[in-house]
């Protein structure tokens, strides 16, 4: 049974840059048969994806955070990981790793998520 | 991007009642050439992640009890639960997948016992 484990810490402070890893267990992220997502959801409000990485090392992100965002993959030890930078207030939230179900348009990729990990709390303050 | 939007944004309905939950997509998610919407739904339980619970607006994910059930195409889009259950207490948030990036989730929908 395949299951995704957030960790990495619950502060950091603004300007810095919040750093997770969502360790693989049960199955593996050099699997072709998926992306690694993640996404987040702010207290009490709706969810946000961030972006996914496939396990050649291909990414996709959300235009909206593109420019501070950057996700990699280590499947040595099979995990993933992401990095968003210049972090504020706004971006206190849970981070979810979830693995994602893709397929091709003529002119893209498209997936849902089919799993999830519990989540972490990531709170931005001084 | 596709906006999702969803109503009501809370309901209550009493044990073994139906519950009606409607999305709608700012732009069309069906796709002609093979006639399936991307669409997709998810429970999230308090304190849980969401769970994936129907995709291509109504196939059921495996192990998903039957009384959940998506319908709807195009822009407009339903989950129905046929008969409310005690543990079937959470949100609920739809989600396109058809134009990328990014997908985008609807605000979700709470749904209590009355």
């Known amino acids: 049974q395949v299951q995704l484990q957030e960790s990495g810490p619950g502060l950091v402070k603004p300007s810095e840059t919040l750093s997770l890893t969502c360790t693989v267990s049960g199955g593996s992220v050099s699997s072709g048969s998926y992306y690694w997502s993640w996404i987040r959801q702010p207290p009490g409000k709706g969810l946000e994806w961030i972006g996914y990485i496939y396990y050649s090392g291909s990414t996709n992100y959300n235009p909206s955070l593109k420019s501070r965002v950057t996700i990699s993959v280590d499947t040595s030890k099979n995990q993933f990981s992401l990095k968003l930078s210049s972090v504020t207030a706004a971006d206190t939230a849970v981070y979810y790793c979830?693995?994602?179900?893709?397929?091709?348009?003529?002119?893209?990729?498209?997936?849902?998520?089919?799993?999830w990990g519990r989540g972490t709390l990531v709170t931005v303050s001084s | 991007d596709i906006v999702m939007t969803q109503s009501p944004d809370s309901l209550a309905v009493s044990l073994g009642e139906r519950a009606t939950i409607n999305c709608k997509s700012s732009?069309?998610?069906?796709?002609?050439?093979?006639?399936?919407?991307?669409l997709a739904w998810y429970q999230q339980k308090p304190g849980q992640p969401p769970k994936l619970l129907i995709y291509w607006a109504s196939t059921r994910e495996s192990g998903v009890p039957d009384r959940f059930s998506g319908s709807g195409s195009g822009t407009d889009f339903t989950l129905t639960i046929s008969s409310l259950q005690a543990e079937d207490v959470a949100v609920y948030y739809c989600?396109?997948?058809?134009?990328?990036?990014?997908?985008?989730f609807g605000p979700g929908t709470k749904v209590d016992i009355k």
């Open positions: 732009q069309s998610v069906l796709y002609s050439s093979n006639n399936k919407n991307y």
């Open positions: 989600q396109q997948y058809y134009s990328t990036p990014p997908v985008t």
């Open positions: 979830a693995r994602a179900r893709p397929g091709y348009f003529p002119w893209g990729p498209y997936w849902y998520f089919d799993l």
